[in-house]
């Protein structure tokens, strides 16, 4: 009797340790009020397709709103304006991903600037998040021209004979503007 009144005791205790110890976890000050934080970024190299293109995942630090709205602004690699990407956010999902459109001219070891707004149902920027991305490769590594071409991924016809997808005398893309 003694025995299971003195386990019922330990698990008890242990029991009320672990929901002190959960109710103490430090939120810390950068979180207070934050919607969301980048829990990702990356470039992707899409080898097959011949595309380069920015990743960012957000992972929501509150229930998130209907209506609510993210917006990217990717600095774009080949010089001028920013490519704007916008993603609805879907209360249900446990996280939302941003991705830009193809890009040209990444050069390896360079930060690029990422802006994101988090946008309410009436329009308003809820949160504000700045960032920056280097990639570990450039531009040059991915071939000159898609390696399939439907979704059987038959290979390119226009690659034929070049095993590696670079081929002689192929217009590269224009960097002159590239900052």
């Not at 103490?24 to 969301?36: A, N, P, Q, V």
């Not at 602004?73 to 249900?92: D, H, I, T, Y």
């Amino acid at each position: 009797m003694f025995r299971g009144f003195s386990r019922s005791i330990v698990v008890g205790a242990a029991l009320i340790a672990a929901v002190a110890l959960g109710a103490c976890r430090d939120t810390g000050k950068d979180s207070e009020g934050k919607l969301f934080e980048i829990s990702g970024k990356i470039f992707v190299f899409n080898y097959r397709l011949a595309r380069a293109t920015y990743v960012v995942t957000l992972r929501p630090l509150q229930p998130m709103g209907e209506g609510q709205v993210a917006v990217a602004s990717f600095q774009n690699p080949a010089g001028g304006a920013p490519l704007v990407v916008e993603q609805k956010v879907w209360p249900k999902l446990d996280k939302v991903s941003l991705e830009s459109p193809a890009l040209t001219c990444i050069v390896k070891n360079k930060p690029y600037a990422i802006a994101i707004s988090i946008k309410g149902a009436d329009g308003a920027v809820l949160q504000k998040i700045d960032t920056t991305l280097m990639s570990t490769e450039d531009q040059s590594i991915l071939p000159d021209r898609p390696l399939v071409v439907d979704q059987l991924y038959t290979a390119n016809p226009d690659l034929a004979g070049h095993p590696d997808g670079k081929l002689p005398g192929e217009p590269k893309p224009d960097c002159s503007k590239a900052g």
